[in-house]
C-alpha cells in the first residue's frame, strides 16, 4: 500500500503564507506526476498545481506568481510553497500522485488532506 503524508497546513493571516509538504510511503518503486488539489466548502475539488518528475510544473490561474510546487524525488516529496495567501485560498489541500508500484502496478493516490485557513 502507498500513503502520502500531508503536513503544513494552518492558519496564516492574508497576505502571509504557507508551504505544505506530501511524502509519499510504503510500496514504491518511482513516482511520476504529482500535484496539489484543492477543495472549499461546497465546492468541488480544483487542481492547484502539478509537476512532472522532471519538474515541469502548471499552475491554475488563480495561484499563479503566487505558490510554487517543487519536488524531491529522493524523498518522495512534493511541496507547495503558497505566498500571499487569500481569504479565497482557504479550503483543504490534497496531495495527488501518480506511482508505480514495487510490484510494477501503476496507481493513483491521493492524500487525507490538510485544512489550509486564511482569515484575520
Known amino acids: 500500500q502507498v500513503q502520502l503524508a500531508e503536513s503544513g497546513g494552518g492558519l496564516v493571516q492574508p497576505g502571509g503564507s504557507l508551504k505544505l509538504s506530501c511524502a509519499g510511503s510504503?510500496?514504491?518503486?518511482?513516482?511520476?506526476?504529482m500535484g496539489w488539489y484543492r477543495q472549499a466548502p461546497g465546492k468541488q475539488r480544483e487542481l492547484v498545481a502539478t509537476?512532472?518528475?522532471?519538474?515541469?510544473?502548471n499552475y491554475a490561474d488563480p495561484v499563479k506568481g503566487r505558490f510554487t510546487i517543487s519536488r524531491d524525488n529522493a524523498k518522495n516529496t512534493v511541496f507547495l510553497q503558497m505566498n500571499s495567501l487569500k481569504p479565497e485560498d482557504t479550503a483543504v489541500y490534497y496531495c495527488n500522485a501518480d506511482v508505480r508500484g514495487n510490484s510494477g502496478g501503476y496507481y493513483n493516490y491521493w492524500g487525507q488532506g490538510t485544512q489550509v485557513t486564511v482569515s484575520s
Open positions: 509537476i512532472t518528475r522532471g519538474s515541469t510544473t
Open positions: 510504503g510500496s514504491i518503486f518511482v513516482i511520476y506526476a
